[in-house]
């Protein structure tokens, strides 16, 4: 499945009320690190139907970077049952993303 833009009207729906884990990629596209890992934050939106990936596009949507305290781009936060449980800062790799959405919330 492809990502889902997010935006401060579908944010609860897509993200706080969603049944499974959300992965959100807060991004801006003047960011050179956020367009590197842009295609791997979407081959794992096609391949992981475990979870559903969305992303902000911080320009767009200044309220949500603020109320998620946003500060680098690219951020990506995992969202279990509307709570936020994960954030990592900076490109990641395949393999990082992958285990950053298999991580128990409880061990966080």
């Known amino acids: ?3 889902i833009t997010l935006t401060k ?11 499974k884990p959300v992965l959100v990629d807060f991004w801006a596209s003047w ?14 939106a096609e391949e992981q139907a475990a979870v559903t990936v ?4 911080v320009d767009d949507e200044p309220e949500l970077a603020r109320q998620y ?11 279990k049952n ?4 994960r954030r ?3 490109g990641k ?3 990082e993303i992958l285990e950053m959405i298999g991580l128990d919330p409880t061990k966080v």
Do not use: W, Y
């Open 1 to 3: 499945m492809a990502h």
């Open 9 to 19: 009207d579908n944010f609860a729906q897509e993200v706080l009320r969603a049944e």
């Open 31 to 44: 960011c050179g690190p956020c367009m590197a890992l842009a295609p791997t934050v979407d081959e794992v």
């Open 54 to 57: 969305g992303k902000v596009n």
């Open 69 to 79: 305290r946003i500060m680098s781009i690219p951020t990506l936060m995992l969202f």
């Open 82 to 85: 509307g709570e936020p449980v």
């Open 88 to 90: 990592e800062v900076g």
């Open 93 to 95: 790799s395949k393999a």
